[in-house]
């Protein structure tokens, strides 16, 4: 098995160490990452300009490893370019949750989805980060678990998967979709020029079943996702509406 992995907090992430030195028990792997930190990037893809690899600066313990002047997506388009014939993407471990709403803008789950929209199975893996790093040998068991599990199939595939700080067992869960006080905080940088931080809480409580729920309750959450957004109930009622008036 040929497995890419990648991921948005840059090349020099203990996160990306972590996940390939794992990835390596499965198959093949060979790392491709940005070579600045690429967090909150979403899907954004360059085309202003041209992309270059060069060998990384640090050692992955034998692996193949490159950095690319350009965004999580990027790397897994380059990347698959590269090294044809690849099996499956992983993208992480991710420095910092990636649980309901911010799949949106998510770099770590945008390399996993570009990685299917060229045909390939992709899993993004995230887990928490506070005062000090997580620690990866404490998931590295979970994490594990978590590739046996959804490396049995081959088919393709997308999969959101978040790890707490102390995960007891490993779950399906769904996304958990809940409204946000959006906040921006004014401030002055030591120039006297001002700058804002954005920053959200979320108004409502996780729902049981949830991906916020299990990682709040120290499940490994894994949520299958789809590339087709299409509210289909919402798709229906309007059909319906406008077959009514046709009558």
């Known amino acids: 098995m040929r497995i890419l992995v990648t991921n948005d907090d840059g090349i020099y992430s203990p996160g990306i160490a972590a996940l390939a030195k794992v990835a390596a028990k499965f198959g093949e792997v060979r790392i491709v990452a ?68 911010s799949m949106w803008h998510s770099g770590t789950l945008a390399a996993a989805k570009q990685a299917v929209l060229l045909g390939i199975r992709g899993i993004a893996l995230s887990t928490p980060v506070g005062k000090t790093e997580p620690d990866f040998d404490k998931l590295a068991p979970f994490v ?72 709040e309750n120290n499940l490994v959450s894994i949520t299958p996702l789809r590339l087709d957004l299409t509210d289909e109930l919402a798709l229906q009622q309007q059909q319906n509406k406008t077959n009514e008036k046709d009558v």
């Open 144 to 215: 594990e678990k978590t590739l046996a599990l959804l490396l049995k199939s081959t088919d393709l595939a997308l999969y959101n998967v978040n790890f707490p700080e102390h995960p007891e067992n490993i779950i399906w869960t769904r996304q958990s979709v809940r409204l946000y006080d959006g906040t921006v905080i004014p401030g002055t940088d030591p120039h006297g020029r001002k700058h804002y931080w954005f920053t959200v809480k979320p108004l409502e409580p996780a729902e049981e079943g949830t991906d916020r729920w299990a990682v």
């Open 34 to 101: 940005p070579d600045v930190e690429q967090s909150s990037m979403g899907h954004a893809v360059t085309h202003s300009r041209p992309l270059s690899y060069k060998k990384s600066p640090i050692e992955f313990e034998g692996l193949e490893a490159y950095r690319v002047n350009g965004t999580p997506a990027d790397c897994v388009a380059l990347g698959t370019h590269l090294w044809s014939k690849t099996d499956v993407v992983l993208s992480g471990i991710n420095m910092g949750p990636n649980l309901g709403n």
